[in-house]
């Protein structure tokens, strides 16, 4: 299966029978997305009346994943979060959010978060 319907099959289409499911039986949905939402244009944070605007399959696909969740699904909970945790960490960042504090602490630096 090519790469791009592969994303869309995991991270919007099966994103949707979750939500699907969650409403059936009146369930709460947590979704985790991903800053890939966004073009990255900005140096400033988000907000949520941004407007997404995706670069990459990945980013599209986790987006329709989003409105996907949101369309049948009143009570959901939408995160979208960056490099937080995986084997997968990006290139341009260099490693996820644990391998971070984890080296920072090691080297005996402050740490601080938002």
Do not use: W
Request: charged share 20%; aromatic share 10%; hydrophobic share 40%.
């Amino acid at each position: 299966m090519p790469t791009a319907e592969r994303a869309f099959q995991v991270n919007a289409f099966a994103t949707r029978r979750l939500a699907q499911e969650c409403n059936r039986f009146g369930a709460a949905m947590v979704h985790f997305s991903t800053d890939y939402a966004f073009a990255g244009e900005t140096r400033e944070p988000y907000v949520d009346a941004d407007r997404p605007g995706t670069l990459s399959v990945y980013g599209a696909s986790k987006l329709a994943g989003e409105y996907l969740v949101a369309s049948p699904l009143e009570n959901h909970f939408l995160i979208r979060t960056c490099v937080l945790y995986g084997l997968g960490a990006s290139k341009s960042k260099g490693s996820n959010f644990a391998e971070t504090m984890l080296r920072l602490a090691a080297q005996g630096k402050p740490i601080r978060g938002v």
